[in-house]
């Protein structure tokens, strides 16, 4: 069976997935994003100590 667009409806259907799993790794990005930058700048400080530390 085809669509309007005349795409075989499970093509049709595993596009549709994918747009979905796009959609969630957009999301899922943001909300990794702002503890990521909190994690480089956790690391950037702890190296900084640490030369500090060894000098």
Not at 40 to 45: F, G, H, K, T
């Amino acid at each position: 069976m085809k669509t309007r667009d005349g795409t075989p409806e499970a093509f049709s259907r595993k596009l549709s997935e994918h747009e979905q799993l796009k959609k969630k790794h957009t999301k899922l990005r943001q909300h990794c994003a702002d503890p990521e930058e909190r994690l480089q700048v956790y690391a950037a400080a702890i190296n900084l100590l640490a030369l500090e530390n060894a000098a």
